[in-house]
Nanobody, 114 residues
Framework: QVQLVESGGGLVQAGGSLRLSCAASGSTFSVHAIAWYRQAPGKQRERVALISSGGSTNYADSVKGRFTISRDNAKNTVYLQMNSLKPEDTAVYYC????????WGQGTQVTVSS
């Protein structure tokens, strides 16, 4: 079973940037599409960015133009560069396989102050 470890979250002012990392164990990481998800308090988890095994990307409308997903298969790591952050981006961010998920990691908290 693949284990996922998210990191890089923190407290940032509106307009700031953060770079999240998702490190995965397991040798089959590179063949899977990986997504970043987020869950805000009282809301359902939503997918915000997706990267295919070949590097194609897809973004939720709410983050398009501000977030960039990338991957380094040699390091079994996926990144999420988040720019121009808004208070509504505040959430716990998770990564996982898409569409069929592995066990969820602990996530990383992102808090954007106004």
């Amino acid at each position: 079973q693949v284990q996922l470890v998210e990191s890089g979250g923190g407290l940032v002012q509106a307009g700031g940037s953060l770079r999240l990392s998702c490190a995965a164990s397991g040798s089959t990481f590179s063949v899977h599409a990986i997504a970043w998800y987020r869950q805000a308090p009282g809301k359902q988890r939503e997918r915000v960015a997706l990267i295919s095994s070949g590097g194609s990307t897809n973004y939720a409308d709410s983050v398009k133009g501000r977030f960039t997903i990338s991957r380094d298969n040699a390091k079994n790591t996926v990144y999420l560069q988040m720019n121009s952050l808004k208070p509504e981006d505040t959430a716990v961010y998770y990564c996982n396989r898409f569409p069929t998920v592995w066990s969820w990691g602990q996530g990383t908290q992102v808090t954007v102050s106004s």
